[in-house]
């Protein structure tokens, strides 16, 4: 059992802490400031935080806005309690404070007595249990590269991403569309030795299949009908760096064939010549279709597919994702507010249970076309369900049909459950417990022991 409970203090001044070093036991308590919201998440990151006291003025200022990082913490750590400090000038933001985990907010200045009796009744609140989070630091991490995401699926990917990145082997991304299999890609460039050369993307499936061939090796002169001049290939502009090949699935015999011999050999022909070029580049491919099927019906070639495949990474659909479609959403909410100068400074509690309750077929690529699309039709300061597209509006009337393999265990069967049902309440805990037939202690150890 912990002998102390750690308070987290972000505000810009020290009268505060002052205030704490008064009224709290130095045997009972550990008091940290941060000035930054960014110093304090570091602070949250390292230290299992019991209570965190936030200010208003603090919450208006840096790369990580206060609703955010409330956000982040409710998530990532429903035993951490929060207490919302606010000016006159700051209570705007009280109301979406109280919305977004802070269990009671007060008017700064505050008087010591209040201040004390605010922290006990937040160890009240407290639950009688630490997150398994809690104790993996890693697993707090929200963001990776130009990936956002802190699900347990999300850090095994980081991690098999980071294993990659050590090896000069060729990757296969798989998984739906709109997955990021692109950032994934370029992650593991940024991640390895070759970070410094070229990373150069193409999409296969986009380009007319008698182009591939040349855009890929590059030709020569008078090859064929209109190559009026020498061409470079895409390999040969990476040399020393990465390659990504999206949509490998959609390329012909022929190249597969010449994919194939750049692979064991590690040169290159172009088409029309007869000088061998070495390419010493990372070859990284990806496709949303079952290669497997392809080389049993004979569209892909299984020598080349093997090569393809000694290092293959799948990345998770969002649904499977539990959690982070408020983070991603608060994502994407920024990145179009700063690019069209909209002064949106949250997301009304409906709005991100409407989120939470569709099941994003088109999984990342489609959750930032919606809230791109949202931003556009904001025309106040807080998102709402009014502006976000009918399809996700319907999804909340009726509840979702959850589909479960033949053979998978009772506890697969019961996590999935729970994290369908989740999202169906837009992650109301209470009320998920309710229609589990649960208690919401229960409720609590089944998502630490899941990591939901």
């Known amino acids: 059992m912990k002998k102390k409970v750690n308070i987290l203090v972000i505000e810009h001044g020290v009268e505060l802490i002052r205030q704490l070093n008064r009224i709290c036991s130095q045997k009972k308590f550990t008091i940290m400031a941060s000035r930054t919201i960014e110093a304090g998440f570091e602070r949250f990151e390292d230290h299992a935080i019991d209570i965190m006291i936030l200010t208003g003025s603090v919450a208006r200022l840096g790369r990580i806005r206060g609703m955010e990082f409330l956000d982040i913490i409710s998530e990532k750590s429903a035993a951490t309690q929060i207490l919302f400090l606010a ?19 007060a008017k700064l200045p505050i008087a010591d007595g209040e201040l004390e009796m605010l922290i006990q009744a937040a160890l009240l609140h407290q639950p009688q249990y630490t997150p398994n989070l809690l104790l993996k630091s890693e697993a707090r991490k929200t963001t990776f590269e130009k990936m956002v995401g802190g699900s347990a699926k999300m850090i095994e990917l980081y991690r098999q991403i980071r294993q990659a990145a050590n090896t000069n082997m060729p990757v296969l991304l798989t998984g739906e569309t709109g997955t990021g299999k692109d950032l994934v890609a370029r992650a593991i460039h940024q991640q390895s030795k070759r970070s410094s050369k070229a990373f150069l993307p ?10 591939v061939a040349g855009e890929l090796f590059g030709y020569e002169k008078g090859a064929f009908t209109g190559a009026t001049q020498s061409h470079r290939g895409m390999f040969e502009k990476a040399e020393g760096g990465t390659i990504f090949l999206d949509e490998i699935g959609t390329i012909d015999e022929k190249v597969q064939i010449s994919l194939l011999r750049l692979l064991e050999t590690r040169k290159l022909e172009r088409i029309g010549g007869t000088r061998t070029i070495s390419a010493n580049v990372r070859i990284v491919t990806a496709t949303n279709e079952n290669l497997s099927e392809a080389v049993e019906q004979g569209r892909f070639r299984e020598d080349l597919f093997f090569r393809l495949d000694i290092f293959q990474i799948a990345l998770p659909p969002l649904r499977e994702r539990g959690g982070d479609i408020a ?24 709005c991100i249970s409407v989120f939470e309750a569709y099941d994003w077929p088109g999984n990342v690529r489609e959750i930032k076309n919606v809230v791109h699309r949202a931003v556009l039709n904001c025309t106040g300061g807080i998102l709402l369900p009014e502006h976000l597209p009918e399809r996700l509006q319907e999804s909340r009337k009726q509840p979702q049909k ?7 265990t009772l506890k697969e069967a019961e996590r999935e459950i729970i994290l369908r049902t989740l999202n169906w309440t837009g992650n109301n805990r209470q009320r998920t417990a309710s229609i589990l037939g649960i208690s919401r202690r229960s409720l609590y150890n089944k998502l630490t022991r899941y990591e939901l």
Not at 87 to 105: E, P, T, W
Not at 327 to 350: A, H, M, T, W
């Open 327 to 350: 983070l991603l959403v608060n994502s994407f909410l920024k990145q179009f507010s700063d690019d069209y100068q909209r002064d949106i400074v949250g997301i009304s509690p409906e």
């Open 87 to 105: 000016s006159s000038k700051d209570m705007s933001l009280v109301f979406s404070a109280l919305k977004r985990g802070s269990y009671q907010y």
């Open 202 to 211: 193409i999409h296969l499936g986009a380009l007319p299949p008698e182009l």
């Open 402 to 408: 959850i589909s479960l393999p033949v053979g998978c």
